[in-house]
């Protein structure tokens, strides 16, 4: 099964928001409520930002934000900061006893 | 605090094994399921395979079903990676990583360990 599709790259300014999308298909993203995304820094291991669509665990800023609508999720930082610079990668359940990753998006804050 | 902890990461040919192991402290082991997620060398996350909490259930990634075997020991709080005919494209930074809900097998990781790395090459 192909990974889940997301922007190879995203750019932004900080104090702005920037949305980073991940498009599966009915049978995954549109399917279940279980989407999550991670953030990764490099050398460092992910760590999760959101789950279930929308939830935060705790530590996680309300800057970070999640929504889906058919058959794609997004994952919205608002007022950007210089900290948020990392790659992000979101993960859906995919039904047959599996998840599925995004091939991951790099976000650049200018 | 919780802690997990990968050892077991090498240099290995092709068609040989590796033992991956993952310690982990800080919860209770038991009441959650664990994965091995891995990400080879510039690239993305690959879900490989979940053990539920009490170990009777697993799955795997078509990549890796038939050769990698996943298991956990509750009494020593600890997960393991069976990888055997191991492939070059195996090589990757293997990470073990707890689910997010007590008792969820399959959903997300709210917990990583910072990886073990395998390298398979001849």
């Known amino acids: 099964q192909s990974a889940l599709t997301q922007p190879a790259s995203v750019s932004g300014s900080p104090g702005r928001p920037i949305t980073i999308s991940c498009t599966g298909t009915?049978?995954?993203?549109?399917?279940?409520?279980?989407v999550s995304w991670y953030q990764q820094s490099p050398g460092k291991a992910p760590r999760l930002v959101l789950y279930?669509?929308?939830k935060r665990p705790s530590g996680i800023s309300s800057r970070f934000s999640g929504s889906k609508s058919g058959n794609t999720a997004s994952l919205t930082i608002s007022g950007l900061q210089a900290e948020d610079e990392a790659d992000y990668y979101c993960?859906?359940?995919?039904?047959?006893?599996?998840?599925?990753f995004g091939g991951g998006t790099k976000l650049t804050v200018l | 605090e919780v802690q997990l902890l990968e050892s077991g990461g090498d240099l290995a040919q092709p068609g040989g094994s590796l033992r991956l192991s993952c310690a982990v402290s800080?919860?209770?082991?038991?009441?959650?399921?664990m994965s091995w997620v891995r990400q080879a060398p510039g690239k993305g996350l690959e879900w490989v395979s979940v053990?539920?909490?009490?170990?009777?259930?697993?799955y795997y990634s078509d990549s890796v079903r038939g050769r990698f075997t996943i298991s956990r020991d509750n009494s020593q709080n600890t997960l393991s990676l069976q990888m055997n005919s191991l492939r070059v494209d195996d090589t990757a930074t293997y990470f073990c990583?707890?689910?997010?809900?007590?008792?969820?097998?399959?959903?997300?990781?709210?917990?990583w360990g910072q990886g073990t790395r395998v390298t398979i090459s001849s």
């Open positions: 990583a707890k689910s997010t809900g007590q008792y969820q097998l399959l959903g997300s990781f709210d917990s």
């Open positions: 279930e669509v929308t």
């Open positions: 800080g919860f209770t082991f038991n009441n959650y399921a």
């Open positions: 009915s049978s995954d993203v549109g399917n279940y409520n279980l």
């Open positions: 053990v539920s909490a009490s170990g009777s259930t697993t």
């Open positions: 993960c859906s359940y995919v039904g047959t006893n599996a998840l599925l």
